[in-house]
């Protein structure tokens, strides 16, 4: 009996919910982290894939459709909205395929310290004022006008914010608003694109990884305010500033995440991780100023009945104590270049483990080698299940024979029946 597109669907989530739960799925569930790859398989450029939300899509389907994974990275997490919105922002934090680089080069993000070391009292006193008035105007050069407003604050004086009104005739203030407006229409067109592809994929029997994100606290400062040398020489120059931001921002973080996995109805809550792997920090400096928050952000989530889904970029090898504290069968922890042979020892027991293919080895090796590395991470980490094949990272510059003999391996080989 044939069986239809919603028993698939629901036999591919149960797949994947058995893994998270650390038992035994009818075998290993595949996870494509996609990125940029639907673009080159599609044969279309980097560049079309920020700038042509249909061609983009499309892409992105034709390669699920040959495939077949059983959880799919969104086109979203590779291109988070079209290339013309950060055109009309000015957006500083990004470099864009075909405006900044060459049409078939990979986006970079620019960090840099977007808030000074003596902001933190600021930043501490009210953050929304600060991102707003402060943060916002120096990383996107169209809303420099932002910073004329007065203090959010003063808003709270009733009928007399009336007469602020006046100041977004100002030319600069003016400006923002009006490149906020056409911003927002072309954001909400890309934003429409994605929801839309999400239905019809479910309809075709694919369920997605995550709508949902939201990023350590510590991350947040060192990515997007401080930069990682800042955050880096604040451990030392203001060392309770820096986690005191942390704990300003994680309520916030929670939040941000909740509201997203309820509109959507997926509980897995993407958390890509930077600064708190081997080599950025110490021990020491990792138990005082990442752990706890990242900790905290974790439990939180869980206790609002959803999935966080760490990906541990990096190597995360002198950490692996520090994650068995964490509850069991709850998480899908994502990993990039620990020793997941050694992991399985120590975290098997408390969450699900993915990743670890080579995207080298996908990119530069052969059938043998693919087919060799999927069976010892078969037979290694994914004994007993809890375990979800993926690659270490994005799939951007793998080649598609490659991933096609990768899937079809797991798919056959990882039968737990």
């Keep these: 009996m044939a069986i239809s597109h919603a028993d698939a669907y629901d036999q591919r989530l149960a797949r994947i919910s058995a893994a998270i739960a650390l038992e ?70 990004l470099k864009l395929p075909g405006r900044d680089l060459g049409p078939d080069v990979p986006f970079q993000f620019v960090e840099g310290e977007y808030m000074s070391a003596d902001e933190y009292d600021a930043f501490l006193d009210d953050p929304s004022d600060f991102a707003l008035r402060i943060y916002t105007p120096r990383i996107f050069g169209a809303l420099e006008g932002l910073a004329l407003l007065p203090p959010l604050k003063s808003m709270v004086m009733g009928y007399v914010g009336a007469t602020m009104v006046g ?59 401080r930069g990682m040398r800042g955050a880096m020489l604040d451990m030392y120059r203001c060392p309770d500033k820096l986690v005191a931001a942390q704990e300003k ?30 080599g950025f920090m110490s021990l020491e400096q990792f138990d005082r100023f990442y752990w706890p928050c990242f900790k905290d952000l974790v439990e939180s ?41 050694k992991a399985k020892e120590v975290i098997g027991e408390v969450m699900c483990i993915a990743g670890d293919m080579p995207l080298s080895l996908l990119q530069a090796g052969n059938a043998e080698l693919v087919k060799e590395y999927a069976r010892k991470l078969i037979d290694v980490v994914g004994r007993d299940g809890g375990f979800i094949m993926s ?12 991933v096609k003999v990768w899937v079809e391996f797991t798919m056959e080989y990882g039968s737990y029946a």
């Design 24 to 93: 035994k799925p009818d075998r290993v569930p595949i996870f494509l982290m996609l990125g940029l790859f639907p673009a080159r398989y599609a044969g279309i450029t980097y560049q079309q894939a920020f700038y042509d939300l249909d061609n983009w899509l499309a892409a992105n389907e034709k390669t699920i459709e040959d495939f077949q994974p059983d959880l799919y990275f969104q086109p979203g997490a590779a291109v988070i909205t079209g290339g013309a919105v950060h055109d009309r922002l000015q957006t500083r934090l």
């Design 391 to 402: 690659s270490n990272t994005v799939l951007d510059e793998a080649d598609p024979e490659l």
């Design 167 to 225: 100041m977004f005739a100002l030319p600069p203030l003016a400006e923002a608003l009006r490149a906020v407006t056409e911003a927002a229409a072309e954001s909400m067109r890309w934003t429409s694109g994605y929801m839309e592809f999400e239905a019809r994929m479910n309809e075709r029997e694919f369920p997605a990884f995550s709508t949902a994100i939201t990023l350590a606290p510590f991350d947040v400062i060192s990515d997007m305010l």
């Design 249 to 278: 921002l994680l309520p916030l973080l929670v939040e941000t995440a909740v509201t997203q996995a309820r509109m959507s109805g997926n509980p897995r809550v993407f958390i890509p991780m930077h600064r708190g792997a081997d």
């Design 301 to 341: 989530l869980i206790a609002e009945g959803l999935v966080p889904c760490p990906f541990f970029e990096g190597t995360y090898d002198q950490r692996m104590h520090y994650l068995a504290k964490l509850p069991p069968g709850k998480i899908m922890g994502m990993f990039d270049r620990s020793d997941l042979f």
